[in-house]
C-alpha cells in the first residue's frame, strides 16, 4: 500500500470519509486531513507531516469489524520502510493557494543553496539566497541537497541544474489575469533558456533522461514538474497542484 492509500485508509478508520480509498489526494481528502489534525491538536496544514502520520497510527475505533474487513487490517502500525514518502507534503490545489499561503510576497525566508548556483541571465552572479515562502523552505532545501548529491559539478553545469531562472517574484500569470505562483514563492524555475515557456520535449533539456534524479528530488518533496505536467514550461516546479 503506498503512502496516499494508506493515509485515505487511516483517516476513515478515524471517521474521516475520505470518499473511495483510491490514492487520489483531492480536495475531500485534504478536509479530512485538517479536521483530524484538528481534532488532535495538530496545526491544520493539510499536510502529512510526521506528527499527523503518528497519530493516524494510533488505534482506531470509528469503523466496525465489517467495515474494518472491507478497508483492511489497517490498525496494525505499517513499518515506516514501507512507506518511503512518509513525511510527502500534500500541497494545495493552485485554487486554494491564496488560502493555504495567504497574500502574495509575505512570509518569506532565504534558502542558502547547497551547492554553486548562478544567475541564468547572469551566469558569473553567484545566487547565495533563494527567496520562498516559509512553509515551502524546508522542502526546497531538502530537494536541493538530493540534487546537489545526486550530480556532480559537471553534471549540474551539462543540465543546467546551476543555473537559476528564479523564484519569488510577484507578477501576473503570462497573458492572464491570475497571480503567478511564484507571487508567493512557491515556484522555482531553472535554466529558462533552454527550457522555455513553450519549449516542448525533447527539445527541452530538463525532458531528457538524465534529468529524472532531478525532478525525483522535487517529487519527494510533494513538488510538481510543470514539464510532466503540461508538456511545456520544463524550466518550472511550484509547490502546488493544478
Do not use: C
Not at 507531516?49 to 465489517?66: E, F, H, M
Not at 514518502?85 to 512570509?107: A, C, L, M, S, Y
Not at 516542448?200 to 505536467?229: I, Q, T, V
Amino acid at each position: 500500500m503506498d503512502f496516499n492509500n494508506w493515509l485515505q485508509s487511516r483517516l476513515t478508520a478515524h471517521g474521516y470519509a475520505v470518499g473511495a480509498i483510491d490514492g487520489v489526494i483531492d480536495g475531500t481528502t485534504v478536509a479530512a486531513l485538517k479536521a483530524f489534525q484538528s481534532s488532535r491538536r495538530l496545526p491544520m496544514s493539510g499536510q502529512g507531516d510526521a506528527a499527523t502520520v503518528a497519530a493516524l497510527r494510533s488505534q482506531a475505533s470509528a469503523v466496525t469489524p465489517a467495515e474494518q474487513a472491507i478497508i483492511g487490517n489497517i490498525d496494525t502500525p505499517t513499518p515506516l520502510a514501507s512507506l518511503p514518502n512518509i513525511v510527502k507534503p500534500i500541497w494545495p490545489r493552485q485554487d486554494d493557494v491564496p488560502t493555504f499561503f495567504g497574500k502574495v510576497g509575505e512570509d518569506q525566508v532565504g534558502v542558502e543553496p547547497p551547492y554553486a548556483l548562478y544567475l541564468a541571465w547572469a551566469p558569473s552572479t553567484l545566487v547565495r539566497r533563494i527567496t520562498v515562502h516559509t512553509k515551502v523552505a524546508d522542502a526546497v532545501g531538502r530537494a536541493l541537497g538530493v540534487i546537489g548529491n545526486a550530480y556532480s559539478a559537471k553534471e549540474r553545469e551539462a543540465l543546467g541544474l546551476d543555473r537559476f531562472g528564479g523564484s519569488l517574484n510577484v507578477r501576473r500569470m503570462r497573458g492572464g489575469s491570475r497571480y503567478s505562483m511564484h507571487s508567493w514563492g512557491i515556484a522555482l524555475d531553472f535554466d529558462p533558456q533552454r527550457n522555455g515557456l513553450t519549449t516542448r520535449a525533447p527539445d527541452a533539456r530538463l525532458s531528457h533522461d538524465d534529468a529524472k534524479a532531478f525532478w525525483k528530488a522535487w517529487k519527494a518533496e510533494g513538488a510538481l514538474p510543470l514539464g510532466e505536467a503540461i508538456g511545456r514550461d520544463w524550466m518550472h516546479v511550484q509547490f502546488a497542484r493544478l
